[in-house]
């Protein structure tokens, strides 16, 4: 008995997967030209329904929500060391969003750069998101849920880490031309009840002339000083001085993901008890 599978992949692709009953034929593999990605239902059922209702479903879970974003820069090969350390707080869900220059780095060549599907099956990761996703599998109906709508709906914070040089001049300029651009365009700046804020963190990461470019200034003046500030909803954690991976050395680099993972930590008021219980259920 043969069962073909059709999955929809990102970028568009059609897989199909034989799987061939080792009880009614000798020859029971799966080559590799079959098989281009690690697969799993639970990445799968993202395919098949719409990702918005999974996100609004999940509003009130009695979760800390963190939205997690990266853009084209090299340095979204740190994203798996952030998610390995966050992922000890049992009471956070994250959501991760991409951008398809950011997804270009986690393509599965090395321990570093894992494949997108693999993120999903990461403790702690209830969500990957990329661009194709907006509109779901199927025909956006009036009255459907729309995924950039519901991811700022559903985030206590989100983290741009790394914010390349061209998503920087799209948000200061206000464009919404992808998922991630489109959720910063359609955050929720206004006041809350209790007199504070919903925050985005971004942390630029960037070739050292690129950083020092006039433009960034401008941008990044726009973030800090115009959405900023103590009473704003914007902060910017400044690139440090280092090699970078183009060779040059100079400012430009993300600060070091420990950094990032400590802030989104105290943001979001996940406490050292909150760990050591997740280290009981491992047997730590």
């Known amino acids: 008995m043969r069962i073909k599978l059709y999955v929809s992949m990102n970028p568009p692709l059609k897989q199909v997967l034989k799987l061939t009953d080792p009880t009614k034929t000798p020859h029971h593999h799966i080559t590799h030209h079959q098989i281009a990605s690690p697969f799993s239902f639970r990445g799968l059922t993202q395919h098949i329904m719409n990702p918005a209702d999974a996100v609004a479903g999940a509003l009130q879970d009695g979760k800390a929500h963190l939205l997690l974003a990266c853009t084209g820069s090299v340095a979204t090969i740190k994203l798996p060391s952030m998610l390995a350390h966050l992922a000890r707080h049992p009471s956070l869900s994250i ?20 494949t997108v599907e693999a993120l999903r099956r990461l403790p702690g990761v209830d969500g990957v998101h990329l661009d194709a996703d907006e509109w779901g599998p199927h025909p956006w109906k009036r009255g459907a849920s729309i ?138």
Not at 98 to 103: D, G, Q, V, W
Not at 104 to 111: K, P, V
């Open 147 to 284: 995924l950039h709508i519901e991811l700022r709906r559903w985030a206590d914070l989100l983290v741009i880490a790394p914010l390349s040089a061209n998503s920087l001049a799209k948000i200061a300029a206000g464009l919404s031309d992808n998922l991630v651009t489109s959720v910063v365009r359609a955050w929720d700046t206004s006041v809350r009840p209790d007199g504070t804020r919903r925050r985005i963190v971004a942390a630029p990461s960037m070739n050292t002339m690129m950083y020092t470019h006039p433009l960034t200034a401008r941008h990044l003046k726009v973030l800090e000083e115009d959405w900023g500030g103590r009473d704003g909803w914007f902060d910017v954690l400044r690139p440090v001085s280092k090699a970078l991976a183009c060779g040059d050395v100079g400012v430009g680099a993300m600060r070091p993901w420990e950094e990032i993972v400590a802030l989104v930590e105290e943001r979001l008021g996940l406490s050292a008890a909150d760990e050591a219980s997740q280290d009981g259920r491992n047997g730590a």
């Open 95 to 114: 959501r991760i969003i991409l951008t398809p220059s950011a997804a270009q780095f986690l393509t599965g060549t090395s321990a570093e750069q894992p």
